[in-house]
C-alpha cells in the first residue's frame, strides 16, 4: 500500500514540532502539508532548525480546501473553536481527523459553554467523535470521523485512576489529583508566567478549582464508574520542560497492600503496550518517560490514614500530546498501534 | 551591650552558609568559631567563595569546650543523634542552642525512636527543649534552653494549617499535605538523588507516607487541635535550588468564601511580621519568598467539591532553616525579632 | 540629615524590583515615586508580591514635573532614546540622575548613531554625563549630573581587563571576550527566545559581531589604553536567572606566571570593596557573587600558546546593573559607597 | 543475515543507557550482555526505569571471557587504563571494540603520559586502532580491530575546525576554543561540583588550559595541517543536561565574507549525514541537536577586526558519545552508516 498522505495544520506550536518528529521517521506515513498562520511561506525546517535534513516544507495559510485535497489524514493543533471550525470542515470532505483542541472532548455542549464561557462551534459533529485515550476507548476510535486528542493532565489523571473507578476499593466520591507540569504544557506563545525568568526556580499553583481539563477528567471517570463524579484537580507550574506528574489521593474503603494494589494495575493494564506499573517500592519519575508514549503508574498504601496514593508520570507532549496523536492515527490507519513509538524513553 | 559570641557547629553544610551570610550582617553578633569535620583548617571563605571578604575564620574540629568557651550562643547543625550529644554538652555548659536537627523537636521518645530507628540520645533534656516556630511558640521559646528548629517541610504545613485548626471549619481527622521542594533542602552531602543529572528536568515523589518529618507535623498540630491528629504528607522532589510549596486539601464542614477564609487568616496572623496572607485571587509563588524568612500563603475553596486548598511557600533555607533559626536566636538574646532579617526576598 | 527622596522611572523592569529591594533597606532614602506605563495605578507590591509588606506605593504613570516636585534623585530605566528625554528634563529641574540606559554611555553621538540606528536625543548633555563604573571613574561620577550606569556586559569585561590596559604585559590590540549571561539580562518583555521552553536546556550564541555593548566596553578600554582599541565580543545565553561570566583571551607579551598576574590585580583592585580577585588556583563561578555587588576575578597563564585567560563574575542584576547604580547613588548623594551593599552573596 | 550480538562493558552510565537506548531500537544487533560492577545483578531496567519494557537483561560482572563468547561487538565504556585492559583481551579474542575511554584515542603514548601521568596500558595495540570521527577518519574506522571513540568536546571542535584547517584562510597557529558543556559530561558519579544544588544557576570555567580533551583536538587538526598545532581550549560548566556549544575564534588571513566561508564549510561537509551547516545569519543552540548525532555548526566573520568565529553544537552524549559510538559500530559491522540514528533531534 502506499503511504498515507499526512497534514498537520497549526504546526508550529509545540505539539506541531513534536508530531514532525514523528511522523517523519513513521514508515507508513508522508507529510504532505503543514500550515501556520504566523510562519506561512517560510520553511518549517528554518522555523525549527531541529528539523534541518529531515523535512522540507513551506507552511501554507490555513486552506481546508487545499489541505483535504492533498490528504488522507489530518491533525489538527489550532485553539478551541477555530479547531471545530477546521475539523467541521475535514471532516464534511470525508477525511479523518485527530483534533488536538478541546472542541471535540466534552460530549455534553452545556459542559463545555460553562467551562469555556463559549456556544459550542460545532455539536451536531459530537456524535462522530471519540476521545482518543486507546487505553479506555479503542473500539469506539477506530470507528471515529473525528478522534478528540485528550488533554495531557485528563491522560495523566485518568490512567492512574480507570483501574480503581472500575474495580478499586476506594471512595470515588472524594478524589484529589495534584498535578505537576512542565512549562511547554502552556505552548508557544510567549506570555509572562512563561517568561523565563519569571518561572525558572519556581513552584506555584494555578487555576486552582477552575481549570478547564477538570470536566474532561470527570465526564471519563465519571462513564466508567456509571455515576457522576467530581473531582478536586490542582495543577502546577513547574520549572523544567516536558513531564507531568499526577499525585492523586483517595481513601481506601477496604484494607489493602502495596502489593495488592499494583496487581490490580499490573491485571488491568496487562495487554498495554504504554502503561507500565512500576513494582511495590517504586514510583515513577517524569524524566523516565520523557520523549515516549508511556505513562508509567506507581501506588503506595499509607496504612496510618487508610489512603491510597497513586503516582503517574507522563511527557506531556508525549502520551500527553503528539506521541498518541500518533498512537490515535495508528488505530484509524489500520497501523500496528505502536509504529513509530516504540523508542525508549530518553534519559537522562 | 557588647556583641553576643555565635557559634556555628557544622557550619559548612547549606544551612550554615546560609546562616553565616545572616550572621556576618547582624548588627548584634559576632561570629567567634566554626566548625566543620570536612575542612576542619580551612578558610571558611575558601569553601565557600561567595563569603569572601565578608568573614575570615578558619573551621575548627569540633570541640564543645572551645564552642563552649568561646560562644555565648551556639547554633548546632549536624546530623540527628550526633547533634543531641553536642546540644548536651553545650546546655551543661549554661549554653543557649539552636538546634538544626530533629533531636528535640518530638518531645515524646517514642515517637522519635519509631521513626528515625534509633534510641533517643537525651530525653531528660527534652523538657528544656522548645519547638522552634515562633508564631506558635514564642513564649515557650523564650523560657528554652534548646530551640529545637523546625524542619523545613514541617515550617510551611503548620503555619498552613494553624487557623484551621484553631478556627477553621474544616474536618482536621482528614488533612492531605502534597509539598514540592527545592534540592537544597536534602543538604550539601553528595547522592545519586541530587546528582545534577539525575534530578533535572524531572519530578517526583518520594518517602510516601513515610517520611519523618510527618510525626513533626501531626505534633504540632495535635497540641492545637487537643487531640490526636494523623495527615497524609507527600514531599516531592523538584529542580530548584530553593523553595517549598506546600498544597494542602481539606474538606470544609460549613460553607464558606474565599474571602472568608482569607479573612480568618489575616486575623489569625495579624501581628506576625514572617507571615505574608494573599488577597483573594492571588496564591504564592516560591520565587516570591526566596532568600527571606517569609511564609505566604493563599486559599482557596473549590465549591463544587466543598474543599479548602490552602498552598504556603517559604524558602528552605530561609523560614524553613537559617532564617528562622535566626529569628529564634533574636529571641532568646533579647533582640528585636525581626533584627538582620528584614531584607526584601530575591525576584528574580 | 533627612532622608534623600528617590524616584524610580519605570519601576517594573527586573532592574527596577531589584534596585527597590535595595532602596527599601537602605537607611538613608525614602522611595517617594515609582512609575510604570503597563502597570499604573498598581500597587507595585501587587506587581511584584516579594515586595509586600515591605513597601505600599501604587505606580504612577510617568510625569517628569511630578517626579521632579517629589523626589531629590531619580533612576531612570526606560529604554534608549526614551531615556533620554526623561533624563533631559529631570537634569533641567536641577535633579541628579542615574539612568540605565545606553544614552549616555557612549561620549562620541557617531558611535552611538552607528551602533543603535538612531539620531542621538541628547547630544548636548553629554558634558554633563559620566560613564558609571566607579572602581575606573569615581571622581568624574561624583561631579556629574548624569550617571550613565554601564552595561552588565561592558562591566564584567572592562572590570576584568583594566589592570592588564595599563600594566599588563599583554597585547591589548587581539582581545577575544566570550561572555555567557543569565536570562534575566534580556529584560521582562516577553518573547520568543526568552521562552522558559525555547531557552531552558539550551546554549546559543547571538549578536555576534554586533552587539550593542561591543562599542562601550571599547570605549572605555580606548581611554586606559590612550588609543582606540577594538575587541571581540560574543555574547552567549544561557538558562540561569542571573549571572554574566566573561571568558577573556589575550597574548602575553612577556613571560608571566599566575601568580604574577594575580598579584598585579590584587594591587590594582587593593583598595576596591567590590572587586574580588581570586588566589591562584581559583576561579569564580557566578553563583558566588549572585545577588551582590561583586565583580569576582580569577586568572590563568597557559604556558604552552602564551596566553592569558581572564575570568570575570558578575550577577548582571548585582553589579551589573542595580546594585551599581545604587553605589553610583551613593557616591552622587555624599552617602558611604558601600551603604545598602554589605550584603553576601546569595549561595546557593 | 542473523543480527550481531552485541555486549556493552560498563553499561550503567549515562553514555551506557543512551547506547541502550539506540542498540534496542536497531534493527540489526541484539544485546547479549551488559556489564557493570555496582548494578550487578540487576536488571537494566530496575537501575534505568526508563528502559522498562524495552529490555530486559542482568547487569553481570564483568568477565571478558563471556562477554567474548557471548557477543560479536563490544562497546567498552570504562575508565581511563581499565578500558585498555579490557580491550586488549577482547582484541586478543577476536573481537572489534568500540571503546569509549581515552586510552586508544593519543597516537603517541609520551602524550598519553603527559596528560594522564600514568604509563600507557597497552601501546602495542595503538597500531590496530583507529581515532573514531567518521566524518574524516572512515576507511581507517573500516579497518580497525579498536575504534576509539572520541571525546566530546574534540568532536564538537574538530568537526567545526577541520574545513579551515584544509582549506580556509586563517591563522591556525592561534586558535582559541571556548566550549560550554552540560552536566551529563561529567558522568554519572556523585561528586560536589556536579551536585545540583552547586551547579544549577551557575557558571564556571574549569580545568583552563589544563583539560585532557586539549591533546586529542590537537593531535587530529595536526595531522590535517601536517604540523604540530597547539590551541587554547577552555571547558565551561553550566547547568543543562545535555549539550556542548563550542565558540571559536581564529585571525582570518584574507579578506572572506561569511557567505564565502559558510560555502567552504557547506562544500567540505556535502556529503556527510550527519553535519548540518547553518546558512549565513543563523547560528545553531545545542537544543536543536539534542538527542541526535547531529553536530551544526554556523559561522560569522567579524570584519571589524578580521576574525571569524564558529560555532557548533553537539549532544555530549548524542554526537559527542554513544551515538557517534553507534555510527562506529554501523560502519565496522557493514550496517548504513545512518541505521538507528535517523531521529529527528527532540525539541523542545
Chains 1, 2, 3, 4 share one sequence.
Not at 81 to 97: F, H, I, M, Y
Request: aromatic share 6%; hydrophobic share 40%.
Amino acid at each position: 500500500m502506499g503511504k498515507v498522505k499526512v497534514g498537520v495544520v497549526g504546526a508550529t506550536g509545540y505539539t506541531g514540532v513534536e508530531l514532525l518528529r514523528l511522523l517523519v521517521a513513521h514508515p507508513g506515513v508522508a507529510v504532505e502539508m503543514v500550515t501556520s498562520e504566523t510562519y506561512s511561506g517560510r520553511d518549517i525546517a528554518s522555523v525549527f532548525p531541529s528539523l534541518q535534513g529531515l523535512i522540507s516544507l513551506r507552511c501554507a495559510k490555513l486552506d481546508t480546501k487545499e489541505v483535504a485535497s492533498a490528504c488522507d489524514q489530518v491533525f489538527v493543533a489550532l485553539p478551541h473553536t477555530e479547531a471545530a471550525k477546521v475539523v467541521s470542515d475535514l471532516v464534511q470532505e470525508g477525511k479523518r481527523v485527530v483534533d488536538f483542541s478541546a472542541d471535540f472532548r466534552l460530549n455534553d455542549t452545556a459542559v463545555y459553554e460553562e467551562w469555556y464561557s463559549v456556544r459550542h462551534p460545532a455539536p451536531e459533529l459530537l456524535g462522530r467523535a471519540a476521545y482518543g485515550l486507546p487505553e479506555l476507548n479503542r473500539e469506539e476510535i477506530k470507528k471515529a470521523d473525528i478522534v478528540a486528542n485528550p488533554g495531557c493532565y485528563p491522560t495523566s489523571a485518568i490512567l492512574a485512576l480507570a483501574p480503581l473507578i472500575e474495580k478499586g476499593p476506594v471512595d470515588v466520591e472524594d478524589i484529589i489529583i495534584d498535578s505537576k507540569s512542565g512549562v511547554s504544557g502552556a505552548g508557544r506563545k510567549v506570555a509572562l508566567p512563561q517568561h523565563f525568568t519569571e518561572c525558572n526556580e519556581s513552584v506555584k499553583a494555578y487555576s486552582v478549582a477552575e481549570h478547564r481539563h477538570t470536566p474532561e477528567i470527570e465526564q471519563e471517570l465519571s462513564r466508567l464508574a456509571g455515576k457522576q463524579l467530581r473531582v478536586v484537580f490542582t495543577p502546577h507550574l513547574i520549572p523544567i520542560t516536558r513531564g507531568i506528574l499526577s499525585t492523586i489521593y483517595l481513601s481506601l474503603t477496604e484494607d489493602r497492600t502495596t502489593g495488592e494494589m499494583v496487581d490490580l494495575y499490573h491485571e488491568f493494564y496487562e495487554n498495554e503496550p504504554f502503561v507500565r506499573v512500576r513494582e511495590e517500592g517504586e514510583l515513577p519519575a517524569t524524566a523516565e518517560s520523557r520523549a515516549s508514549n508511556y505513562c508509567d503508574i506507581g501506588l503506595k498504601v499509607d496504612h496510618r490514614t487508610g489512603k491510597l496514593i497513586v503516582v503517574s508520570a507522563i511527557d506531556n507532549l508525549g502520551k500527553g500530546a503528539s506521541w498518541q496523536a500518533l498512537q490515535n492515527m495508528n488505530i484509524i490507519c489500520g497501523f500496528d498501534e505502536t509504529e513509530g513509538l516504540r523508542a525508549a524513553p530518553l534519559f537522562p
